[in-house]
Protein backbone atom coordinates (compact mmCIF):
# COMPACT_ATOMS: atom_id res chain seq x y z
CA UNK A 1 0.00 0.00 0.00
CA UNK A 2 2.89 2.21 0.19
CA UNK A 3 4.03 1.73 -3.08
CA UNK A 4 4.54 4.85 -5.02
CA UNK A 5 2.96 3.89 -8.19
CA UNK A 6 1.42 7.70 -9.18
CA UNK A 7 3.55 10.02 -11.85
CA UNK A 8 4.70 12.63 -9.15
CA UNK A 9 5.42 14.82 -11.37
CA UNK A 10 3.38 18.18 -10.45
CA UNK A 11 0.38 19.39 -12.92
CA UNK A 12 1.66 23.27 -12.07
CA UNK A 13 4.30 24.79 -13.48
CA UNK A 14 7.24 25.28 -11.07
CA UNK A 15 6.96 28.70 -9.02
CA UNK A 16 10.31 28.26 -8.00
CA UNK A 17 11.58 31.25 -10.43
CA UNK A 18 9.46 33.88 -8.17
CA UNK A 19 11.60 36.50 -6.78
CA UNK A 20 11.27 37.62 -3.40
CA UNK A 21 11.83 40.99 -1.93
CA UNK A 22 12.94 42.80 1.10
CA UNK A 23 11.58 46.56 2.25
CA UNK A 24 15.00 47.27 1.78
CA UNK A 25 15.13 45.97 -1.92
CA UNK A 26 14.32 48.89 -2.97
CA UNK A 27 15.57 52.79 -3.25
CA UNK A 28 13.75 56.45 -3.24
CA UNK A 29 13.11 59.02 -1.18
CA UNK A 30 9.63 60.57 -2.34
CA UNK A 31 6.42 59.88 -0.92
CA UNK A 32 5.01 58.18 -4.07
CA UNK A 33 8.41 55.56 -4.54
CA UNK A 34 7.93 54.85 -0.84
CA UNK A 35 4.04 53.76 -1.65
CA UNK A 36 4.93 51.91 -4.90
CA UNK A 37 7.89 49.74 -3.17
CA UNK A 38 5.72 49.23 -0.36
CA UNK A 39 2.91 48.18 -2.85
CA UNK A 40 5.38 46.05 -4.72
CA UNK A 41 6.76 44.43 -1.36
CA UNK A 42 3.33 43.48 -0.33
CA UNK A 43 2.86 42.17 -4.26
CA UNK A 44 5.71 39.99 -3.49
CA UNK A 45 4.81 38.72 -0.62
CA UNK A 46 1.33 38.02 -1.74
CA UNK A 47 2.65 36.12 -4.86
CA UNK A 48 5.14 33.94 -2.72
CA UNK A 49 1.59 33.31 -0.25
CA UNK A 50 -0.04 32.00 -3.36
CA UNK A 51 3.13 30.07 -4.74
CA UNK A 52 2.99 27.86 -1.07
CA UNK A 53 -0.79 27.07 -1.20
CA UNK A 54 -0.52 25.93 -4.41
CA UNK A 55 2.71 23.69 -4.02
CA UNK A 56 0.24 22.53 -0.90
CA UNK A 57 -2.64 21.46 -3.31
CA UNK A 58 0.11 19.75 -5.78
CA UNK A 59 0.97 17.96 -2.74
CA UNK A 60 -2.72 16.82 -1.93
CA UNK A 61 -3.31 15.62 -5.74
CA UNK A 62 -0.32 13.19 -5.28
CA UNK A 63 -1.51 11.78 -2.23
CA UNK A 64 -5.38 11.83 -3.34
CA UNK A 65 -3.92 9.57 -6.41
CA UNK A 66 -1.93 7.63 -4.16
CA UNK A 67 -5.28 6.84 -2.54
CA UNK A 68 -7.13 5.88 -5.22
CA UNK A 69 -4.83 3.64 -6.01
CA UNK A 70 -4.94 1.83 -3.15
CA UNK A 71 -8.76 1.65 -3.12
CA UNK A 72 -8.85 0.35 -6.16
CA UNK A 73 -6.16 -2.43 -5.31
CA UNK A 74 -8.45 -2.93 -1.84
CA UNK A 75 -11.70 -3.61 -4.01
CA UNK A 76 -10.01 -5.97 -6.58
CA UNK A 77 -8.65 -8.10 -3.96
CA UNK A 78 -12.00 -7.66 -1.74
CA UNK A 79 -10.84 -6.12 1.21
CA UNK A 80 -12.82 -2.90 1.54
CA UNK A 81 -14.23 -3.77 4.67
CA UNK A 82 -10.64 -4.38 6.53
CA UNK A 83 -9.56 -0.56 4.97
CA UNK A 84 -12.55 1.18 5.10
CA UNK A 85 -12.00 3.76 8.42
CA UNK A 86 -8.23 4.12 7.52
CA UNK A 87 -9.62 5.58 3.74
CA UNK A 88 -12.21 7.04 5.46
CA UNK A 89 -9.92 8.89 7.58
CA UNK A 90 -6.98 9.98 5.03
CA UNK A 91 -10.30 11.37 2.86
CA UNK A 92 -11.23 13.45 5.59
CA UNK A 93 -8.07 14.87 6.26
CA UNK A 94 -7.16 15.60 2.54
CA UNK A 95 -10.63 17.18 2.31
CA UNK A 96 -10.16 19.63 5.33
CA UNK A 97 -6.50 20.48 3.95
CA UNK A 98 -7.80 21.28 0.79
CA UNK A 99 -10.71 23.74 2.12
CA UNK A 100 -8.48 25.29 4.16
CA UNK A 101 -5.74 25.87 1.26
CA UNK A 102 -8.52 27.12 -1.30
CA UNK A 103 -9.80 29.59 1.04
CA UNK A 104 -6.56 30.99 1.66
CA UNK A 105 -5.92 31.18 -1.77
CA UNK A 106 -8.81 32.68 -2.36
CA UNK A 107 -7.71 35.34 0.37
CA UNK A 108 -4.45 35.83 -1.12
CA UNK A 109 -5.14 36.22 -4.85
CA UNK A 110 -8.15 38.46 -4.04
CA UNK A 111 -4.86 40.40 -2.32
CA UNK A 112 -2.94 40.54 -4.89
CA UNK A 113 -5.92 41.24 -7.52
CA UNK A 114 -6.12 44.49 -5.19
CA UNK A 115 -2.49 45.41 -4.95
CA UNK A 116 -2.13 44.90 -8.79
CA UNK A 117 -5.09 47.43 -9.08
CA UNK A 118 -3.20 49.95 -7.08
CA UNK A 119 0.11 49.25 -8.67
CA UNK A 120 -1.64 49.63 -12.33
CA UNK A 121 -3.10 52.86 -10.98
CA UNK A 122 -0.19 54.10 -9.21
CA UNK A 123 2.49 53.70 -12.72
CA UNK A 124 -0.51 55.10 -15.05
CA UNK A 125 -0.50 58.21 -12.96
CA UNK A 126 3.08 58.71 -13.09
CA UNK A 127 3.05 57.80 -16.57
CA UNK A 128 0.84 61.12 -17.35
CA UNK A 129 2.48 63.28 -15.03
CA UNK A 130 5.84 62.46 -16.91
CA UNK A 131 3.70 63.25 -20.59
CA UNK A 132 1.97 66.38 -18.92
CA UNK A 133 6.01 67.55 -18.10
CA UNK A 134 6.99 66.42 -21.91
CA UNK A 135 4.69 68.22 -23.32
CA UNK A 136 4.76 71.49 -21.18
Known amino acids: MDQLTVNEQPI ?3 LGNAKMYSKGSFEGN ?3 E ?3 REIVYELD ?6 GAKVETLVDVEILMARLMEDM ?6 GNENFY ?3 FHRKLRVYWNLLNY ?4 LNKDFE ?12 VMKQSEKKTIKKDI
Open 12 to 14: VSS
Open 30 to 32: SYE
Open 34 to 36: SNL
Open 45 to 50: EGIGSI
Open 72 to 77: DRVVSE
Open 84 to 86: FHE
Open 101 to 104: TASG
Open 111 to 122: KASELKEELFDK
